[in-house]
């Protein structure tokens, strides 16, 4: 009963280097979506997808690339790290019923750019 | 935008009651509240949608004032387990898998 897994847990980077946060599900839900957050600030949508091919850009998108081939990775990428880019960040996913939309967090991943 | 959470902290004893609220400025069809633990992931509680029913889980319960645009989240009899982030997500539309997150109440609970 894995839910979302998100990998690696804990990273550092310098500043410029490049890396790939992986997200997986296998509840089989539409909706993946990442999102950063930086303390008294919430959580904050990066970038979102609605099904595999489809992707879309949330409140932040900037410095960051994603894409969706199959219904159960959403990796998200960091192209030129930057110090400002530190943070922790979540990959969820959810399904719509008639009780709503309830999302279902990975454990985090934490990240230091330097 | 993103609703506003208050307070945002609140010390508690067990046995003690508290509420958070959590406001916006558009007119909203969900309300959903999450717990978050130090350290740990965002943990669903509850959703509150427009036209629907005050919720509970055990002791923690929501209601969602659709005139006000507002929510609040009820936490009677707190227990040790209570303490953590509460935050309070907003969906706009029946189909809108997109939420926008307050920055969170932290909530303490002490013996």
């Known amino acids: 009963n894995a839910g979302v897994t998100q990998t690696p847990k804990f990273q550092v980077l310098k500043t410029g280097q490049s890396m790939t946060l992986q997200c997986a599900q296998d509840m089989n839900h539409e909706y993946m979506s990442w999102y950063r957050q930086d303390p008294g600030m919430g959580l904050r949508l990066i970038h979102y997808?609605?099904?595999?091919?489809?992707?879309d850009q949330g409140e932040v998108p900037n410095g960051y690339n994603v894409s969706r081939s199959t219904t159960e990775d959403f990796p998200l990428r960091l192209l030129s790290a930057a110090p400002s880019q530190t943070s922790v960040y979540f990959c969820?996913?959810?399904?719509?019923?008639?009780?709503?939309?309830?999302?279902?967090f990975g454990e985090g991943s934490w990240l230091t750019v330097v | 935008q993103q609703p506003v959470q208050s307070p945002q902290a609140v010390i508690l004893r067990e046995g003690e009651d508290a509420v958070i609220n959590c406001s916006s400025s558009k007119a909203l069809y969900s309300v959903h509240w999450y717990r978050q633990k130090h350290g740990e992931a965002p943990v669903f509680l509850m959703i509150?949608?427009?036209?629907?029913e005050q919720k509970g889980h055990e002791k923690i319960s929501a209601s969602f004032n659709e005139k006000k645009q507002q929510s609040s989240l009820y936490l009677t009899a707190s227990q040790l387990s209570y303490s953590g982030t509460y935050f309070c997500g907003t969906g706009l539309r029946s189909n809108d898998y997109k939420l926008s997150f307050g920055a969170g109440t932290t909530v303490t609970v002490r013996a």
């Open positions: 509150l949608l427009k036209g629907g």
């Open positions: 997808s609605v099904g595999a091919g489809i992707t």
């Open positions: 969820a996913s959810s399904f719509q019923d008639t009780s709503g939309n309830t999302i279902y």
